[in-house]
Nanobody, 120 residues
Framework: QLVESGGGLVQAGGSLSLSCAAS????????MAWYRQAPGKEREFVTA????????YSADSVKGRFTISRDNAKNTIHLQMNSLKPEDTAVYYC???????????????WGKGTLVTVSS
């Protein structure tokens, strides 16, 4: 029901835009978020946006570089990633929850992820 796209290989300092398309139901009333999981590490929170799109918050590691947005009419969310670093390399997951701010335990739906690789 959540399908991510836009992952790929990019050089350090570059930009990449991810999208998450929702299907099967409307996610306009859900908090939407991005998580990521690097090889050998636990899944970690990246950024989230409330159901109206008026409030967002992000992990300190991506503040000022990543921007989350949503288009409820199109049932999609986006993640604009700028000034990418090798440590941003991970599988990025789209997630939906009925909680804001959210915790990983509150996630109701997960996408299957898209791989982002940042080369040095």
């Amino acid at each position: 029901q959540l399908v991510e796209s836009g992952g790929g290989l990019v050089q350090a300092g570059g930009s990449l835009s991810l999208s998450c398309a929702a299907s099967g139901r409307t996610f306009s009333t859900y908090t939407m978020a991005w998580y990521r999981q690097a090889p050998g590490k636990e899944r970690e929170f990246v950024t989230a946006i409330n159901w109206t799109g008026g409030r967002t918050y992000s992990a300190d590691s991506v503040k000022g570089r990543f921007t989350i947005s949503r288009d409820n009419a199109k049932n999609t969310i986006h993640l604009q990633m700028n000034s990418l670093k090798p440590e941003d390399t991970a599988v990025y997951y789209c997630a939906a929850a009925y909680q804001y701010p959210l915790s990983i335990d509150a996630i109701k739906y997960w996408g299957k992820g898209t791989l982002v690789t940042v080369s040095s």
